[in-house]
């Protein structure tokens, strides 16, 4: 790993700093790094970098970095770590918004982490077309776009058999004011551009 100049990445990234404190709505600069994010989190084990070391890189300001690492994508946003800092982090909000910033900047993702992004989009398109999840219908769409045609295949058949899934998806009265919601909030991103 190459040696990072901390003075320059700081002078250089404090918009970014002062970036995610604003769009996440965190106090990110009161982290002092006790560590118990990384200690209570389900996820860690299979992070490149835990939780609490994420938050370290964006008060140092190293903004590429943070943006290519797999930790942001692999946060399951359980607020694990949110419940237990005693300085009122939202961690979980702060991955959130790392990894918005990392989809508009086009950071190549690796397999893993892209993955789950693919996941997030399925799950947030049915969100939009029908105005609440469509479980079959979105998995199937994962699997297309993942080309993984059979994943879980035998459990999707065994609660579809149960009637735990349905087979065409329930539209949500207010779908319409759903999927306005998105509309507005892309307008809004493209504002922030």
């Given at each position: 790993?190459p040696?990072?100049?901390l003075?320059a990445?700081?002078n250089?990234?404090?918009?970014?700093?002062m970036?995610?404190s604003?769009?996440?709505?965190?106090?990110?600069?009161q982290c002092?790094?006790?560590?118990?994010c990384?200690a209570?989190c389900p996820?860690?084990?299979?992070?490149?970098?835990s939780p609490?070391r994420v938050?370290?890189m964006?008060?140092?300001g190293l903004?590429?970095?943070v943006l290519?690492?797999?930790a942001?994508?692999?946060?399951?946003?359980?607020?694990t770590?949110?419940?237990?800092?005693p300085?009122?982090?939202?961690?979980?909000?702060?991955?959130?918004?790392?990894?918005g910033?990392a989809?508009?900047?086009?950071?190549?993702?690796?397999?893993?982490?892209?993955?789950?992004?693919?996941?997030?989009d399925?799950?947030?398109?049915?969100v939009?077309?029908?105005g609440k999840?469509?479980?079959?219908g979105?998995?199937?769409?994962y699997?297309l776009?993942t080309?993984?045609?059979?994943?879980?295949?035998?459990?999707?058949?065994?609660?579809?058999?149960?009637?735990?899934?349905?087979?065409l998806?329930a539209?949500?009265?207010?779908?319409r004011d759903?999927?306005?919601?998105f509309?507005?909030?892309?307008?809004?991103?493209e504002?922030?551009?």
């Open positions: 790993m040696a990072i100049n003075t990445s700081l250089d990234n404090f918009d970014f700093i970036h995610v604003k769009e996440s709505g965190q106090p990110v600069e002092y790094q006790c560590g118990k990384t209570g996820i860690a084990f299979a992070m490149d970098f609490h938050l370290r964006v008060q140092l903004k590429e970095r290519q690492s797999q942001i994508w692999l946060c399951a946003c359980c607020s770590c949110t419940s237990r800092c300085r009122n982090v939202d961690l979980a909000q702060v991955m959130d918004c790392l990894r910033l989809r508009r900047e086009g950071i190549p993702l690796e397999d893993r982490a892209r993955d789950i992004a693919m996941f997030y399925c799950f947030l398109n049915t939009k077309d029908n999840l469509y479980e079959l979105m998995m199937l769409n699997n776009k080309r993984q045609f059979f994943k879980n295949a035998d459990t999707g058949l065994a609660m579809f058999t149960r009637s735990k899934i349905k087979f998806p539209k949500n009265k207010n779908h759903v999927r306005q919601i509309q507005r909030v892309k307008e809004l991103e504002k922030t551009k």
